[in-house]
């Protein structure tokens, strides 16, 4: 029996129906039994840093601390776990595949290896060990595309020495690495637990960068005029000399030609074949302006393609092959009538060398093989699918038409040969008539072409403008680069404009704005790796080296390390201009010296100075053992004082339980019992008229006499005071007020200051 493995319920189906599969999803094709199982996406993932190492490193990895960057990647044992609603999915996949004589991975063929990944770690995760591994390499999900790949399935001999294996399984690990640069950002920038995480990657750094750039050119761009001689004749065609110079204004400009006529130099003929096929990100982009977000563009593309609407979507291919070509072929009258175009036009019907090759795995977006028979029908799929389905169709269609036909002219004016002007007059429009790309005729378009007199004129012009960045200008430069591709562009725009709490870009119907979080971020990526355009380039070409056995995947994870290192450096220095030019206060860019230990039989990572003292290693393991430990020398803001105290545990706000050194008593300085008074911690008086009782410590200061006075008298004190979650010093500030806690008011002092 061989057993399928698919990546999704939808591809189960469309196997199931290509291969003759019964509702069991069982079946025979080309002599051979086989089941279908699916999964749903990954399944498995890597465990979280703490539980990655030794237990006595878990809180070095588990705490955010810039003093425990860079890890060491020797340390990882690279875990992976059960993702958290997969167990009855992988229960029904062993149910499905155990007992197979031979498991083929049917995943996605991506590039990038992700599919085959997917499946092995399903494969070896559940411990199946058939006779056999094979894998299914398909274009799409036509039928006659799986039933190909059924029948050519290539044998894997090792799952784990399987090139898209070695190329996946290095990425996966360099991004799981890459969270570090999160840490970095999110503790440079003065965030703490709670307050979101600064979230940094090799694509999303990219888009900050690039945005960044085109919003700071555009703020600081300043209109310069400038005026020179030109020549216009009678149809509008401008001449100009790159001899000409410019002036600051216009009455500069030196009045010395008179009207000539004009010499035509040159008219070709020329042609020009239809533009490329679209990607995932152009056509998001293209679709922001209708004030479609790119989530909702991806949802709505992937249920189309579930039901073979739209072809795969995360494609990297920019032409089909010619067996896609002549798929679709029977079908482009009935797509041309669905999205209004005459099908009269696409006369050329024969595969383009420009959009047809041989090669290639999906193939690039286009309309699938299930033509609906209404635009209406596609509602059905969610927001924007009818504005999806017709610009791929447009796209596509457009390959079908003639090549746009337009008459090249060039002249001169005569008396002044400098003066050079040019025309396109265009004859046929082919393809402009299905899908113009631009919308916008080329500024030399002239119906009428080059006419026969010049007349100068002063022409005034201005410094170019940078663009507006908007979606559709982002994904072509990050295309100009080679950051990722059209589906993780997209993806990763979703998730940096849609991101609830931190979200880095804003996106306005495709116009994009800097979020407070995407600038302070951008503020902080100046001369790191993270935010250099050629890191992804590096990171996919050692991919491919690692796959090939040129490079080893252990030396190339170890070079993460000193990139960390660098990159702390730099987003260092780089907050302080940051906090500088956006008005934010100082504060501190790592987490105060702390110390790692094993408390009450679990490991614990705990600050080490309490109110300037730095406890001793001895007094750590004091403490870690259970021990209650003397601080002589605390500083507070009257001098210094006296305590003890041992490990405990508290209560942040946020929710999260840590552990801290805690204040059990007053010592006297040489470390004898301080005597108490019957009240203990507590003082009385009168305050606003009416007796009081109040607590006279707070957060680790014990008001003088003095300070009792004035908080009775209602004046407001400050003083030095100790967080009880990092350790470190700061300056209260306050007065007694009427507080409630858990239903039962009383009389505290109230911070209002800090």
């Known amino acids: 029996m061989i057993g399928i493995l698919c990546e999704k319920p939808s591809a189960q189906r469309n196997f199931a129906k290509a291969l003759g599969a019964n509702s069991s999803f069982k079946g025979t094709y080309n002599g051979e039994s086989f089941v279908i199982a699916a999964a749903r996406g990954h399944l498995y993932e890597f465990e979280d840093p703490k539980t990655q190492v030794d237990p006595t490193l878990a809180s070095k990895y588990g705490v955010w601390s810039l003093t425990n960057l860079p890890w060491d990647e020797r340390d990882i044992r690279w875990k992976y776990k059960k993702n958290s609603d997969a167990a009855p999915t992988l229960k029904a996949i062993e149910a499905t595949l155990k007992g197979c004589d031979e498991l083929v991975i049917a995943c996605d063929v991506d590039p990038?290896?992700?599919?085959?990944?997917?499946?092995?770690?399903?494969?070896?995760?559940?411990?199946?060990?058939?006779?056999?591994?094979?894998?299914?390499?398909?274009?799409?999900?036509?039928?006659?595309?799986?039933?190909?790949?059924f029948r050519d399935r290539k044998v894997v001999p090792d799952l784990l020495r399987d090139r898209e294996y070695l190329m996946a399984y290095y990425r996966a690990r360099w991004d799981w690495l890459s969270m570090q640069w999160t840490r970095i950002a999110t503790i440079c920038a003065g965030m703490r637990f709670g307050d979101g995480q600064l979230r940094q990657g090799r694509l999303k750094s990219a888009m900050v960068q690039i945005v960044g750039d085109g919003l700071k050119a555009l703020a600081e761009y300043k209109p310069v005029p400038f005026y020179s001689n030109k020549f216009k004749d009678e149809n509008g065609v401008v001449y100009t000399s790159k001899k000409e110079p410019t002036f600051d204004a216009k009455d500069k400009v030196p009045?010395?030609?008179?009207?000539?006529?004009?010499?035509?130099?040159?008219?070709?003929?020329?042609?020009?074949?239809?533009?490329?096929?679209?990607?995932?990100?152009?056509?998001?982009?293209?679709?922001?302006?209708?004030?479609?977000?790119?989530?909702?563009?991806?949802?709505?593309?992937q249920k189309m393609y579930e039901s073979q609407v739209v072809s795969y979507p995360r494609t990297e291919d920019k032409v089909i092959t010619p067996e896609q070509f002549n798929e679709l072929l029977p079908k482009v009258d009935a797509i041309a009538a669905l999205v209004g175009v005459d099908a009269k036009l696409l006369t050329h019907r024969t595969p383009r060398a420009t959009h047809v090759k041989n090669g290639g795995a999906h193939g690039a977006n286009r309309p699938g093989p299930n033509v609906p028979k209404r635009l209406d029908d596609l509602t059905q799929y969610g927001p924007g699918a009818k504005e999806i389905y017709v610009l791929l169709a447009h796209n596509y269609l457009a390959m079908l038409a003639e090549d746009y036909e337009y008459e090249s002219q060039k002249g001169h004016?005569?008396?002044?040969?400098?003066?050079?002007?040019?025309?396109?007059?265009?004859?046929?429009?082919?393809?402009?008539?299905?899908?113009?790309?631009?919308?916008?005729?080329?500024?030399?378009?002239?119906?009428?072409?080059?006419?026969?007199?010049?007349?100068?004129?002063?022409?005034?012009?201005?410094?170019?403008?940078?663009?507006?960045?908007?979606?559709?200008?982002?994904?072509?430069?990050?295309?100009?680069?080679?950051?990722?591709?059209g589906a993780t562009r997209t993806s990763t725009y979703a998730d940096v404009t849609g991101d609830p709490k931190c979200p880095l870009l804003a996106d306005t119907r495709g116009k994009i704005s800097m979020t407070q979080f995407g600038e302070m971020?951008?503020?902080?990526?100046?001369g790191t790796h993270i935010g250099d355009l050629k890191l992804t380039e590096s990171l996919e070409a050692d991919m491919r080296a690692v796959a090939d056995g040129k490079k080893s995947p252990d030396v190339c994870l170890h070079e993460v390390q000193q990139l960390v290192l660098d990159d702390i450096d730099v987003m260092k220095k780089n907050a302080v201009e940051m906090r500088a030019s956006m008005g934010i206060p100082t504060a501190p860019t790592d987490e105060p010296e702390r110390y790692d230990g094993t408390w009450k039989g679990k490991p614990v990572s705990?600050?080490?100075?309490?109110?300037?003292?730095?406890?001793?290693?001895?007094?750590?393991?004091?403490?870690?053992?259970?021990?209650?430990?003397?601080?002589?020398?605390?500083?507070?803001?009257?001098?210094?004082?006296?305590?003890?105290?041992?490990?405990?545990?508290?209560?942040?706000?946020?929710?999260?339980?840590?552990?801290?050194?805690?204040?059990?008593?007053?010592?006297?300085?040489?470390?004898?019992?301080?005597?108490?008074t019957s009240s203990g911690d507590?003082?009385?008086?009168?305050?606003?008229?009416?007796?009081?009782?109040?607590?006279?410590?707070?957060?680790g200061h014990m008001f003088?006499?003095?300070?009792?006075?004035?908080?009775?008298?209602?004046?407001?004190?400050?003083?030095?005071?100790?967080?009880?979650?990092?350790?470190?010093?700061?300056?209260?500030?306050g007065k007694l007020a009427n507080q409630t806690y858990n239903g039962v008011s009383y009389v505290g002092f109230a911070l209002n200051k800090r």
């Open 521 to 526: 971020s951008y503020r902080l990526l100046p």
């Open 255 to 301: 009045r010395t030609y008179a009207p000539s006529p004009v010499t035509k130099d040159e008219t070709k003929l020329m042609k020009t074949p239809p533009p490329r096929l679209i990607d995932l990100a152009t056509l998001s982009a293209r679709l922001a302006a209708k004030g479609l977000k790119s989530k909702q563009v991806l949802a709505t593309y």
């Open 704 to 733: 003088t006499d003095a300070e009792v006075a004035d908080l009775l008298a209602g004046k407001e004190i400050s003083f030095e005071a100790v967080s009880a979650r990092t350790g470190s010093t700061y300056t209260a500030q």
């Open 682 to 699: 507590y003082v009385t008086g009168k305050w606003k008229g009416k007796q009081v009782r109040f607590k006279r410590v707070f957060s």
């Open 413 to 485: 004016v005569t008396k002044y040969p400098d003066f050079v002007g040019s025309a396109q007059v265009p004859k046929k429009m082919g393809w402009k008539q299905v899908f113009d790309e631009d919308a916008e005729p080329p500024e030399d378009e002239n119906a009428t072409g080059i006419g026969t007199t010049a007349t100068p004129f002063v022409a005034e012009g201005v410094n170019k403008k940078p663009p507006t960045p908007t979606m559709k200008w982002l994904m072509a430069q990050l295309e100009k680069h080679d950051v990722g591709t």
């Open 112 to 149: 990038s290896g992700e599919g085959f990944l997917l499946g092995a770690e399903i494969m070896l995760g559940l411990r199946l060990r058939p006779k056999k591994f094979s894998r299914m390499y398909f274009a799409d999900e036509a039928p006659a595309s799986i039933q190909k790949a």
């Open 606 to 676: 705990f600050v080490r100075t309490y109110f300037g003292h730095r406890f001793t290693d001895d007094e750590c393991r004091d403490l870690c053992a259970g021990k209650e430990v003397q601080v002589l020398d605390a500083k507070g803001s009257n001098g210094t004082f006296a305590c003890r105290g041992s490990l405990g545990e508290k209560i942040a706000k946020s929710g999260r339980t840590y552990v801290t050194f805690v204040l059990s008593g007053y010592l006297n300085n040489d470390g004898t019992e301080r005597r108490q």
